[in-house]
């Protein structure tokens, strides 16, 4: 397995687990969030499928969000499958993207984000998307955790 194909693994085995915890998650619960600054779960679900489609647009631009519209803006929450489906396309041109990848792409493409002091090439800029989403479903863990939910098994 060459680099793009481990980091597409990963992508791909972080996304599938996010999945999995999020089925798991009885709808009535949505909309509750721990406090009120924090995201309510459905908002966080969001934010993990949007903040994706933003770091492609990063990656494309190589640093620069430019004048940057998210197709999320304006759109209401409903429940797990309509955030997946409105996400649909933009995983698959992500996916796409790290699929035409090579080993001189991770290594000599440097992703520029000077607005927040980072200089990154892109193969540990995309190690990072990854550990966005991890984070966020650790944090999801807690959330069920302080509800008495049950959560579903993730560590297969």
């Known amino acids: 397995m060459n680099a793009a194909e481990i980091i597409l693994l990963n992508f791909s085995e972080t996304r ?22 924090a995201f309510s779960i459905i908002e966080m679900i969001r934010h993990i499928l949007e903040g994706e489609h933003l770091f ?24 797990l499958k309509n955030e997946l489906n409105i996400a649909e396309k933009y995983h698959k041109n992500f996916v796409d993207m790290i699929k035409a990848l090579n080993e001189s792409d991770l290594e000599n493409i440097r992703i520029e984000r000077k607005e927040v002091g980072q200089s990154k090439s892109l193969g540990d800029y995309l190690n990072r ?18 509800l008495g939910v049950k959560r579903p098994l993730i560590w297969d």
């Open 129 to 146: 998307i990854a550990y966005h989403e991890s984070v966020h479903t650790g944090q999801m863990l807690g959330y069920l955790r302080t």
């Open 16 to 37: 599938r687990r996010s999945i999995k915890l999020w089925e798991g998650i009885p709808n009535e619960f949505l909309n509750w969030k721990p406090d009120k600054k």
């Open 56 to 79: 492609h647009i990063i990656i494309k631009n190589r640093g620069d969000l430019g004048n940057y519209e998210s197709p999320w803006s304006n759109l209401d929450y409903f429940d």
